[in-house]
């Protein structure tokens, strides 16, 4: 989805994607880097940052910014 930047693991390394698509960054050998990067891209553009585990699943989810809704308190 545009709007996001995922950080995934696939073909041995880890990597960032627009809406799980796009590479951006290219690839690193270890997931904090890879998160460390993803972050720093997720906040210039202000995209959530979803953080996927090595199987897939999705671990953790940050918002840098246009949050969709508005939340009181």
């Known amino acids: 989805m545009p709007g996001e930047i995922h950080t995934v ?3 041995g390394t880890w990597r960032n994607e ?7 960054g290219g690839a ?4 904090e880097k890879a998160v460390d990067a993803g972050r720093d891209e997720a906040r210039e553009r202000r ?3 979803v953080i996927h ?5 999705i671990g953790e989810k940050n ?4 949050d969709p809704r508005e939340i009181p308190g």
């Open 53 to 57: 585990n090595q199987d897939g699943t």
């Open 9 to 11: 693991y696939r073909d």
């Open 18 to 24: 627009i809406g799980g698509g796009g590479d951006v």
């Open 47 to 49: 995209f959530e940052h």
């Open 28 to 31: 690193h050998d270890t997931k």
């Open 63 to 66: 918002s840098y910014g246009n």
